[in-house]
T-cell receptor, first 114, second 110 residues
Framework: DGGITQSPKYLFRKEGQNVTLSCEQNLNHDAMYWYRQDPGQGLRLIYY???????QKGDIAEGYSVSREKKESFPLTVTSAQKNPTAFYLCASSVVRRLNTEAFFGQGTRLTVV | QQQVKQSPQSLIVQKGGISIINCAYE??????FPWYQQFPGKGPALLIAIRPDVSEKKEGRFTISFNKSAKQFSLHIMDSQPGDSATYFCAAPRASKIIFGSGTRLSIRP
């Protein structure tokens, strides 16, 4: 089955800890994205990548880091610098083309600071 | 730097009624206008999309209307059903990234 797999589904973090959220896709997509969703809120772009070993900051990149060492993988690290990390995190991928760019989403990781 | 403005934030519609969600965009370079549907605890999924060379696209009970001069596009759900209760997002994708609207939480009353 082709798709995007995010893990874990639920994650608890103590204050001051870094945690890494996994995102893997087998759709052969070049572009991958990380979004943050707060309760009742929209999707805010954290980071995105169009090609291996290259990525760009989105609208709310502070306190987060990413890597893109493989086409299939785009892990997100929530660092201790992120002061309010409790949220629902969504990873997505798409082909890179000018028209008809559909995003395919994973099932999300719900991160809670305890 | 919001490029896509969505309204309303929440919407309650009686079963069988018409649900209407609107989206306004700022950048004329956008050339593909999708709507995504998200159920609680799940990731969004593409529902329906339109290109700017047509004014309307219909798929079953879902219709997108596009007004290029007003820079607006809207989602109409005919004969709304309880199973349509979800959060809906418009989006403005470009080659490098995809920007989403703030979302509309739709509740269909039985």
């Amino acid at each position: 089955d082709g798709g995007i797999t995010q893990s874990p589904k639920y994650l608890f973090r103590k204050e001051g800890q870094n945690v890494t959220l996994s995102c893997e896709q087998n759709l052969n997509h070049d572009a991958m994205y990380w979004y943050r969703q707060d309760p009742g809120q929209g999707l805010r772009l954290i980071y995105y990548s169009q090609i291996v070993n290259d990525f760009q900051k989105g609208d709310i990149a502070e306190g987060y880091s990413v890597s893109r060492e493989k086409k299939e993988s785009f892990p997100l690290t929530v660092t201790s610098a992120q002061k309010n990390p409790t949220a629902f995190y969504l990873c997505a991928s798409s082909v890179v083309r000018r028209l008809n760019t559909e995003a395919f989403f994973g099932q999300g990781t719900r991160l809670t600071v305890v | 730097q919001q490029q896509v403005k969505q309204s309303p934030q929440s919407l309650i519609v009686q079963k069988g009624g018409i649900s209407i969600i609107n989206c306004a965009y700022e950048n004329t370079a956008f050339d593909y206008f999708p709507w995504y549907q998200q159920f609680p605890g799940k990731g969004p999924a593409l529902l329906i999309a339109i290109r700017p060379d047509v004014s309307e696209k219909k798929e079953g009970r879902f219709t997108i209307s596009f007004n290029k001069s007003a820079k607006q596009f809207s989602l109409h759900i005919m004969d709304s059903q309880p199973g349509d209760s979800a959060t809906y997002f418009c989006a403005a994708p470009r080659a490098s990234k995809i920007i989403f609207g703030s979302g509309t939480r739709l509740s269909i009353r039985p």
